[in-house]
């Protein structure tokens, strides 16, 4: 393999590692965003339990984080096989850093801007689709109590339509394959963080009964 791809490769993944949920929390509040909380150290989780434009900020960079890496590398003339891995593993930065024990956020915001590179177009219809069932529901709760998570139910939402559309005949099989990698990985990753949250209620109720 050339050895500029394989720079652009590492790069993107070490360029996908930066959290910054957790260090802008953690400069504003002095706080680890993981200890608020669902604990995830993602956009929407500093967007309730921080502040709403701090969550908005993070979500866009991390956007930026899947889009700017595949930029570059196209720019540099890197061929669609490579781009694939790139996109894939700007992804694998944010949800499994080196750098945090390989305990990252879901990668919802970093898939979205790296599925924006690939096919603006059908990925700006997906998001703005999604965003509007998430907020309904939203406003839906509000008014009328529940325990379901709107975001959650819009996440999934999303994760379907990316995978309808590798049955579309006008999107490139690149993008096709790369929409079946990203939700494969955010999917993998959202079970990762169910585990992680049952393990971290297990241990403290365990820590409970000791006590008394």
């Known amino acids: 393999m050339n050895s500029l791809y394989v720079v652009f490769i590492l790069t993107s993944y070490l360029f996908g590692t930066v959290n910054f949920a957790i260090l802008f929390t953690s400069f504003k509040l002095g706080v680890d965003i993981r200890n608020l909380g669902d604990h995830n150290p993602g956009a929407t989780n500093v967007f309730f ?35 694939l891995i790139i996109g894939a593993v700007v992804i694998l930065g944010h949800d499994y850093p080196v750098f945090y024990h390989f305990k990252g956020g879901t990668g919802i915001s970093t898939t979205a801007g790296a599925a924006l590179f690939f096919a603006p177009g059908e990925s700006i219809m997906i998001l703005l689709f999604v965003t509007l069932i ?15 998570s709107p975001l959650e139910i819009g996440e999934s939402i999303g994760y379907v339509c990316f995978l309808l559309f590798l049955f579309s005949p ?27 949250l049952f393990s971290r209620n297990n241990t403290g109720y365990d820590q409970e009964q000791s006590t008394k």
């Open 49 to 83: 339990n921080v502040g709403k434009r701090l969550g908005i900020l993070v979500a866009i960079l991390d956007g930026l984080k899947g889009f700017i890496p595949l930029f570059f590398a196209r720019r540099a003339g890197v061929p669609d096989a490579i781009l």
């Open 170 to 196: 006008n999107v490139s099989n690149v993008t096709k394959i790369f929409y079946f990698l990203a939700v494969l990985i955010v999917v993998v990753r959202r079970f990762d963080r169910v585990e992680q």
């Open 134 to 148: 998430a907020y309904s529901l939203l406003f839906l709760k509000n008014k009328r109590g529940g325990s379901f």
